[in-house]
């Protein structure tokens, strides 16, 4: 990034002889700029924060928004993401029965999971049964004993992976594994595991047998592109086809409490069973095609090839995928009909807080109508700057009504949505512009499932360990904090 800066800098002083010239070019390059952001269908507080920069640095605005903004697919990208498309389309069908079962006892459930369906060809399913885990501990106790019971395949996915007893452990067993003739992929995060693996890490994971990837490999000349802000922060297990694991849950050893940076970690994660690992297993399988350039054959891991037992579980479960590439908030979507499904109460958990107009909009609506409205966010945050921009947005659902905590023993990186008994979700989808509109992400939305009650207990155990803040208590003092807060709000949209 350094280098890039530099660079740009030189080319302005091979230039000084004609700066007239180059500020007047450069000037109307902006302006015109500025107008194809307003003409954009983008999220308005994205274009917002991009305009100002640009009005800010008129001479370098424009040109870093050609080079660095927007969201540019290349054509053959968008060839690979048809192609993606039509095996999601290929493998995952709908059982039009369980829809047709959901419109008859809630349309309005209906609505949302069929709007899942259509916009993220993720089916709905019964048949599955639903196991949650509170903390990272519980999460990786589980994740060890499938892991070490897998004869036939294990399919891992994970934002970030760092070395120490969490990953040591995961790591040895899939050596093992490997020798048993396991089939053992891996995909990490590039960039999410820049300071956590030596560098090409994947390399040494195959001398092993393992089949790994880096997902969007960090390089230094296109660190500033927008592909790079694509990142893969999908946290998924699936093992033999009839066990998949997802939440907020990465490889780390702070993710279990061994390590205690921020207090205590706060996390939670979902272990699933029966017919709706396969919405997991052709998640994996797509993002390796789309990453590796292969052609799976998907026949060859349906789940009743190898296992035989027949699942049973309540309520429905329809797990989702979210695509930066596909012009789809499916996550934010996903989030704003379950608030505005709402009739009792909203419970929310969430690491970072940073919201767009329409869904601040929602939330005060919601408190508003007399819904009970709880956001918990950290006490410790683990970025100091984004928790500010959390903090800019108290004062305003405060006032509407919405009751908002924070999680005095540590930081919390639990990301829940829990509606009315009827509905939850558990994922890896935050509460901001990166989750909602730049990442690979994932979830699992659960309707009338016994899960619910469980998701629900925890909540009410967490706000045991949270402080409600006041409104006189956030508010701030100082012209300078008043100006640092707000600019930081404005510019939310590209960090």
């Not at 998949?244 to 702070?254: M, R, W, Y």
């Not at 037992?309 to 996903?334: A, C, W």
């Not at 155990?461 to 640092?484: D, M, P, T």
Request: hydrophobic fraction near 40%; charge should be positive.
């Amino acid at each position: 990034m350094l280098l890039q800066v530099f660079l740009i800098f030189q080319l302005l002083t091979v230039f000084k002889d004609y700066s007239y010239i180059a500020y007047t070019v450069c000037t109307f390059l902006s302006f015109f700029v500025v107008l194809y952001i307003i003409n954009r269908n983008d999220n308005p507080g994205y274009k917002i924060a991009w305009i100002i920069t640009i009005l800010l640095f008129p001479i370098f605005g424009g040109l870093f928004y050609i080079f660095y903004g927007g969201n540019k697919i290349s054509n053959r990208t968008k060839k690979k993401m048809k192609k993606i498309e039509y095996k999601l389309l290929a493998n995952l069908k709908q059982d039009e029965d369980i829809l047709k079962e959901i419109e008859k006892d809630n349309p309005s459930a209906y609505n949302q999971m069929n709007y899942i369906y259509q916009n993220a060809i993720s089916p709905v399913y019964k048949n599955t049964d639903t196991k949650y885990f509170k903390v990272g501990e519980d999460y990786y106790k589980a994740l060890i004993e499938e892991l070490n019971n897998a004869k036939y395949y294990i399919f891992l996915e994970y934002f970030i992976i760092k070395k120490g007893k969490m990953w040591d452990n995961v790591l040895e067993i899939l050596k093992k594994k490997v020798k048993e003739g396991v089939d053992v992929r891996l995909i990490y995060d590039d960039l999410g595991c820049i300071n956590s693996l030596p560098q090409n890490y994947y390399q040494e994971l195959n001398k092993y047998g393992i089949k790994a990837i880096a997902f969007n490999q960090f390089k230094a000349l296109l660190t500033l592109t927008t592909r790079m802000n694509n990142r893969d922060h999908r946290k998924i297990a699936v093992i033999d086809g009839h066990t998949a694991f997802t939440g907020g849950i990465n490889l780390a050893d702070e993710y279990i409490n061994e390590t205690h940076r921020f207090g205590y970690w706060k996390d939670n994660g979902i272990m699933l069973k029966g017919d709706a690992v396969w919405s997991f297993t052709v998640m994996f399988l797509s993002i390796w095609d789309f990453a590796k350039g292969e052609r799976a054959n998907y026949d060859k891991y349906l789940p009743n090839i190898h296992n035989k037992e027949k699942i049973t579980g309540s309520g429905y479960v329809q797990p989702y995928v979210d695509s930066p590439l596909d012009n789809e908030t499916v996550g934010e979507i996903v989030y704003m009909n379950l608030i505005n499904k709402a009739n009792r109460y909203i419970y929310i958990t969430t690491p970072y807080l940073i919201l767009d107009n329409e869904m601040v909009t929602a939330l005060s609506i919601a408190a508003k109508n007399g819904l009970d409205v709880k956001i918990i966010t950290p006490g410790i945050p683990d970025k100091k700057t984004i928790n500010e921009v959390t903090k800019a947005y108290y004062d305003v659902l405060i006032e509407s009504g919405v009751k908002i905590y924070e999680y005095t023993k540590g930081f919390i990186h639990a990301k829940t949505f829990i509606v009315d008994d009827l509905y939850a979700t558990v994922g890896t989808i935050n509460l901001d512009y990166r989750s909602l509109y730049l990442n690979f992400e994932c979830g699992v939305l659960l309707y009338k499932s016994a899960t619910i009650e469980d998701i629900k207990e925890d909540y009410h155990e967490i706000l045991k360990y949270s402080k409600k803040v006041k409104f006189q208590e956030n508010k701030i003092h100082g012209w300078f904090n008043h100006i640092k807060r707000g600019v930081l709000k404005i510019l939310a949209p590209l960090m």
